[in-house]
């Protein structure tokens, strides 16, 4: 089983800056990609930024400037700093590792349970 948890999530104002955190765990051989998606109630879920076999870093034009995706492929980690926040980054934000599960050949998509940014005014 592998596992996806996500932190770092909370309130902050508009302009301010929150830092996510994502790590997965469990029985994998590798992960190939990592990324960070967001969704607001009665929408659908929106893919934010995410690396593939630690090629290109590729960005929504949404957060593009304002947000910088980083990851530890030692610690099986992804990062997400956002800064200068606005009142329409407030979502709950998800993890996707794609990871290969230990023995087996194929790919499978793993997501995390979700951290809630919330942008006041």
């Known amino acids: 089983q592998v596992y996806v948890q996500e932190s770092g999530g909370g309130l902050v104002q508009i302009g301010g800056s929150l830092r996510l955190s994502c790590v997965a765990s469990?029985?994998?051989?590798?992960?190939?990609?990592m990324a960070w998606y967001r969704q607001t109630p009665g929408k659908q879920r929106e893919w934010v930024a995410a690396?593939?076999?630690?090629?290109?870093?590729n960005y929504a034009e949404s957060v593009k400037g304002r947000f910088t995706f980083s990851r530890d492929t030692a610690k099986n980690a992804a990062y997400l700093q956002m800064n200068s926040l606005r009142l329409e980054d407030t979502a709950i934000y998800y993890c996707l590792s794609t990871a290969q599960p230990l023995g087996a050949s194929y790919w499978h998509d793993y997501w995390g349970q979700g951290t809630q940014v919330t942008v006041s005014s």
């Open positions: 469990g029985d994998m051989s590798g992960i190939m990609t």
């Open positions: 690396q593939t076999n630690g090629g290109t870093i």
